[in-house]
């Protein structure tokens, strides 16, 4: 193996990736057990992280699954004693878990609330997940990572966090308005910032803390969405669900070892026009 490829090697880590069963959470579990680590697979849904977990362990790799509740301490806090449990340490913390409202066959009358009547307990829990949960799983996380001196956290954000959405790309002809809601910029930019927060406190710690801005990937999409989504692009298109892979892999090894307090954005172009 050259030098470079051994920047990318994490043989003999531990990663644990929250919402690990969700389109990209399963992407990084997959890719973090290519590249050499261990992974706990924390979700919400129990049975649906043990289902990639299972999948990893009939591939070879070394993987687990852990039920967690991001905006409950207590739950986190149990998470990463699980990766200590199983594994003896946690070095790699990937924050994937989040409220995203998706537009799809499924969602008809989701999207119709305009902002001046937003509700406040669909903001609350938002931020209570989107939020919340990223602070509560470092909080978690860094008490091991302090302790064997060394740690990354990558934080997953949106191009909504950078930008504001444009509504025009979820009308529909005929049918009345739908919208990106509020929540969803507010807690992405809120990630950000615990980011730039978190990079700092740690400061001569050996714990690394940065952020992974993906664009829209495509995910059954219909047509004029993916249309309209596309034509935003420098590439003029949405992006694969694998084609975040090697800038997480990138920000959670040493192959990014002068990089803290950043934001790695691969987003297809959306945000350079």
Same mark, same amino acid.
């Given at each position: 193996?050259? =030098?470079? +490829?051994?920047?990318?090697?994490?043989?003999?880590?531990?990663?644990?990736?929250?919402?690990?069963?969700?389109?990209?959470?399963?992407?990084?579990?997959?890719?973090?057990?290519?590249?050499?680590?261990?992974?706990?697979?924390?979700?919400?849904?129990?049975?649906?992280?043990?289902?990639?977990?299972?999948?990893?362990?009939?591939?070879?790799?070394?993987?687990?699954?852990?039920? /967690?509740? /991001? @905006?409950?301490?207590?739950?986190?806090?149990?998470?990463?004693?699980?990766? /200590?449990?199983?594994?003896?340490?946690?070095?790699?913390?990937?924050?994937?878990?989040?409220?995203?409202? =998706?537009?799809?066959?499924?969602? +008809?009358?989701?999207?119709?609330? @305009?902002?001046?009547?937003?509700?406040?307990?669909?903001?609350? +829990? %938002?931020?209570?997940?989107?939020?919340?949960?990223?602070?509560?799983?470092? +909080?978690?996380?860094?008490?091991?990572?302090?302790?064997?001196?060394?740690?990354?956290?990558?934080?997953?954000?949106? @191009?909504?966090?950078?930008?504001?959405?444009?509504?025009?790309?979820?009308?529909?002809?005929?049918?009345?308005?739908?919208? =990106?809601?509020?929540?969803?910029? /507010? @807690? =992405?930019?809120?990630?950000?910032?615990?980011?730039?927060?978190?990079?700092?406190?740690?400061?001569?710690?050996?714990?690394?803390?940065?952020?992974?801005?993906?664009?829209?990937?495509?995910?059954?999409?219909?047509?004029?969405?993916?249309?309209?989504?596309?034509?935003?692009?420098?590439?003029?298109?949405?992006?694969?669900?694998?084609?975040?892979?090697?800038?997480?892999?990138?920000?959670?090894?040493?192959?990014?070892?002068?990089?803290?307090?950043?934001?790695?954005?691969?987003?297809?172009?959306?945000? %350079?026009?």
């Amino acid at each position: 193996m050259g =030098k470079i +490829q051994e920047k990318f090697d994490l043989s003999g880590q531990v990663a644990v990736v929250t919402g690990g069963a969700g389109l990209l959470g399963q992407e990084f579990c997959q890719t973090l057990a290519e590249a050499g680590a261990k992974v706990l697979v924390a979700d919400l849904n129990l049975a649906a992280a043990a289902q990639v977990a299972s999948v990893l362990q009939m591939s070879g790799f070394t993987a687990q699954a852990v039920g /967690v509740d /991001v @905006t409950q301490p207590d739950s986190t806090r149990q998470m990463a004693a699980t990766a /200590v449990e199983l594994f003896d340490r946690l070095d790699i913390l990937v924050c994937s878990a989040a409220l995203d409202p =998706k537009f799809d066959p499924d969602s +008809q009358g989701k999207h119709s609330d @305009t902002f001046e009547d937003y509700p406040l307990e669909a903001w609350n +829990q %938002a931020l209570e997940v989107n939020l919340t949960g990223l602070f509560l799983c470092a +909080q978690a996380a860094s008490k091991p990572m302090l302790a064997q001196n060394h740690g990354v956290m990558v934080n997953i954000c949106s @191009t909504y966090g950078l930008v504001g959405p444009d509504q025009r790309i979820y009308e529909r002809p005929g049918q009345p308005p739908r919208y =990106k809601p509020v929540y969803y910029s /507010v @807690t =992405k930019a809120g990630v950000l910032g615990l980011t730039h927060y978190l990079s700092t406190y740690y400061a001569g710690k050996n714990i690394r803390v940065n952020a992974l801005t993906p664009g829209g990937v495509y995910n059954n999409h219909d047509e004029l969405f993916t249309r309209n989504y596309s034509a935003r692009t420098v590439l003029g298109r949405m992006a694969r669900r694998d084609e975040m892979n090697g800038a997480l892999l990138f920000l959670a090894s040493d192959a990014s070892s002068y990089m803290t307090g950043a934001n790695l954005i691969v987003d297809g172009g959306w945000t %350079a026009w």
